[in-house]
C-alpha cells in the first residue's frame, strides 16, 4: 500500500511539473509588442472617443489636432474617469458649492477667467479669479486699499461684491506666526502673533498683503447616482488688507484663488 501512495505522489508531482513546464514555454514564446499613438493622431482621437460629429463631420479630426475646447473636454473626462477608478466609488468629486461654471467679462476684468465661492460661516460669496501661476486664496478683507466692490462701478455686474470679514464667520481662526505654513514666522516679532503675508505677482507693482486666516470653503459633494450634499474644508486665507497695482484697476476686485500646486496655503 504505501510502495502503491508512493508511485500516485510521483505521478502527481510529475504531471504538475509538466503543467508547469509546458505554461512556461507558452509564456516564453509568446511576443510583446508595444504601439505608439501620438495624442493628435486620429487613432487616439477614436480611442478617446472624440466624435468629429461634434464638430461637423471631417472637420473633427483637424479640430481635434488644434487642441480644441472638444479636445479638453475629452481629456478631462477620461482623466475623471481614471481617477474614479483609481480612488473608488466611495470617493466623490468636490466643486464650488455654487457650481463649476467659470465666466469672463473681458477686458472689464483683465481677461481673466472667474468663479463664485462661498467662504465662512454663514457663507459669503465671492467672485474670484482664477490663477494657476499661484497657490494662495485671497480676498478684500477689512480693507484699507482695495479696489471698489460696488457693482455700479463695473459695466460688467449688476450686484454689488463683496468684503470679508473675519469676526462676522463663527468658523474663522487667526494663523499664528507659529504655525508650520506661516513663511514669515521668522520675521514675526513675537510667535503668537497673527501671520502677515504679502505676495507679489508677475505684473509689474501687482501685490496683494494682509494677515492669514483659517476658515471654511463651502463646497459641494456629488456624483452620477447621488444628489449634491455640503461639505465644509478648512483652507488658509488671505484677508488681503491692501492691494496695489492691477488690482485696484478692476483686475480680480473680489479676491484671487490660485490653483498652483503649492501645498502651503491649504489646509485639509
Known amino acids: 500500500m504505501a510502495a502503491q501512495s508512493a508511485r500516485l505522489l510521483v505521478y502527481f508531482l510529475t504531471a504538475a ?31 478617446l472617443k ?3 460629429s461634434e464638430t461637423n463631420g471631417s472637420a473633427g479630426v483637424s479640430s481635434w489636432r488644434k487642441k480644441s475646447e472638444d479636445y479638453y473636454r475629452v481629456l478631462l473626462s477620461n482623466d ?8 473608488g466609488s466611495h470617493y466623490q468629486l468636490l466643486f464650488p458649492s455654487q457650481g463649476s461654471n467659470t465666466v469672463s467679462f473681458g477686458n472689464d476684468f483683465g481677461w481673466l ?44 455686474l449688476d450686484i454689488d461684491l463683496n468684503e470679508y470679514n473675519p469676526s462676522d464667520s ?3 481662526k487667526h494663523l499664528s506666526c507659529s504655525h508650520q505654513l506661516c513663511e514669515s514666522g521668522p520675521n514675526c516679532k513675537s510667535p503668537k502673533q497673527q501671520c502677515p503675508y504679502n505676495i507679489n505677482y508677475y505684473t ?8 492669514l486666516v483659517e ?47 503649492g501645498e502651503k496655503w491649504v489646509s485639509m
Open 17 to 47: 511539473w509538466l503543467a508547469v513546464e509546458n505554461e512556461y514555454i507558452a509564456l516564453a514564446s509568446t511576443t510583446l509588442s508595444l504601439r505608439l499613438v501620438h495624442r493628435f493622431s486620429d487613432e487616439a482621437a477614436k480611442a
Open 50 to 52: 472624440f466624435s468629429p
Open 80 to 87: 475623471l474617469h481614471r481617477q474614479k477608478m483609481k480612488l
Open 113 to 156: 477667467h472667474y468663479t463664485w465661492i462661498d467662504i465662512g460661516t454663514p457663507n459669503v460669496s465671492f467672485l474670484v479669479a482664477l490663477d494657476t501661476g499661484s497657490d494662495l486664496l485671497w480676498v478684500p478683507c477689512d480693507c484699507i486699499q482695495c479696489a471698489p466692490l460696488s457693482g455700479a462701478y463695473y459695466s460688467s
Open 170 to 172: 463663527s468658523t474663522s
Open 204 to 211: 509689474e507693482s501687482t501685490s496683494s498683503s494682509g494677515l
Open 215 to 261: 476658515d471654511m470653503l463651502n463646497l459641494a459633494s456629488g456624483s452620477d447616482n447621488t444628489s449634491n450634499t455640503s461639505v465644509q474644508a478648512p483652507v488658509i486665507i488671505g484677508c488681503g488688507m491692501k492691494q496695489s497695482g492691477g488690482y485696484l484697476d478692476g483686475v480680480a476686485p473680489d479676491g484671487l484663488l490660485g490653483l498652483g500646486l
